[in-house]
């Protein structure tokens, strides 16, 4: 048995950008920065941020657009996904992104002040096209990280 299965919550670093592909389909893209915190040997509080690619696709997307903007505090559940592609040089490119399931905005009702979070907003499973895997590795030393 596999899981491949993200959970998060964060807040989105740009609002999301909602696009339509060539069938009508409508996805939005938006980033989302995750925080750990942590005390340091010398007791000094730490803090890494970690930033996230994530795809919404169809009424899910749709929902992103709408609703969130740069800011929001969500919670995220999808799996991860790495594209590849080769740039213009013919360099091979990866890009790794949580294509979403369902979402939950926890952010404060705006008006009256008291704590509404909404209910998930779910896609219907979609059919995914399964791409073989490429015959190239991936290069270690080339991850940024």
Partial sequence: MDLNKVMLIG???RDPEVRTTPQ???VASFGLATNLIWKDQSGNRQQKAEFHNIVAWRKLGETCGQYLKRGSKV???GRLQTRSWDDQSGNKKY???IILDSMIMLDRKESGGSYQ?????????ESVQVVPPASEEVNIEEIPF
């Fill in 95 to 97: 890009r790794t992104e």
């Fill in 11 to 13: 807040n989105l670093t």
């Fill in 117 to 125: 979070p909404s209910t998930p907003t779910q896609t219907e499973p």
């Fill in 24 to 26: 009508g389909v409508p």
């Fill in 75 to 77: 919670y995220v559940e």
